[in-house]
């Protein structure tokens, strides 16, 4: 069940961000108030973002899924998740508007296989997907994730 | 046969591809198949008989292997089947489910 694996106070809502790096801000918060993640694991993502190729975390279906190495800052296998209400510009590219962007820490390449798991079973399923698109508050949102 | 995955970091959008591309063989009723995911860095020529990419990724691994597939979204179910459905009968190997 993915709702397991969102560390707590992981499951936020907005109405708008100002740009990408704000949501990056905001998604990995929550992880970095649990010390799941240093400051370190937040500036390569933003590094790795603004990096050629670095929209490559753009699933499609408007969700993207930060993450860096697990060197740059991980302390603990750990998972949060921002959805807003007013799309933004993934690494200020049009050609990618996200308005769902979960933040991945993983200790290692594999550990994380029955997150990953639950998180592809909920992203490949079209009914709840749009459901997490469609939320209009964290209440909604969170019941779609769960 | 083997297919593999990649991405930058080799652990987020590589391995969710990698779950998809098995759900996909699965829907497909092929057994068999070898998947991985890894950092594009270290995909050789030899790593696999073919190769998915996400579409903003396609450059750096143009040319890495023979057989490479780029996705617009790794999360398009319908779309990961037909390309894997392709890249199996590209390779010789008998697709039941299509």
């Known amino acids: 069940m993915l709702s397991s694996y969102f560390q707590q106070g992981g499951v936020l809502y907005a109405d708008r961000v100002s740009d990408w790096r704000e949501a990056v801000d905001e998604v990995t918060r929550p992880l970095l108030d649990a010390d799941a993640i240093t400051g370190g694991y937040i500036d390569a993502i933003k590094t790795s973002i603004s990096s050629p190729g670095g929209t490559y975390i753009d699933l499609g279906g408007g969700v993207a899924l930060a993450h860096a190495r697990p060197e740059t800052g991980v302390n603990r296998t750990s998972l949060s998740v921002l959805h807003v209400d007013e799309p933004f510009d993934l690494a200020d590219d049009a050609a990618h508007p996200i308005s769902t962007m979960f933040c991945l820490a993983a200790e290692d390449s594999n550990a994380h296989i029955d997150l990953m798991q639950a998180l592809a079973g909920l992203l490949t399923d079209t009914d709840r997907l749009a459901a997490v698109n469609t939320a209009s508050d964290a209440d909604e949102l969170a019941k779609a994730l769960a | ?98």
């Open chain 2, 1 to 98: 046969m083997k297919i593999i995955t990649a991405c930058s970091t080799g652990l987020g959008s590589s391995f969710m591809t990698q779950l998809n591309i098995e759900k996909a063989l699965r829907n497909l009723g092929v057994d068999g198949v070898e998947t991985d995911h890894m950092d594009i860095a270290s995909v050789t020529p030899t790593s696999a008989d073919v190769l998915f990419v996400g579409r903003d990724i396609a450059e750096a691994a143009t040319g890495l292997m023979k057989d490479v597939v780029v996705l617009d979204s790794l999360i398009d179910m319908d779309n990961i089947t037909k390309q894997v459905a392709a890249a199996l009968e590209r390779h010789g190997v008998a697709v039941p489910g299509k």
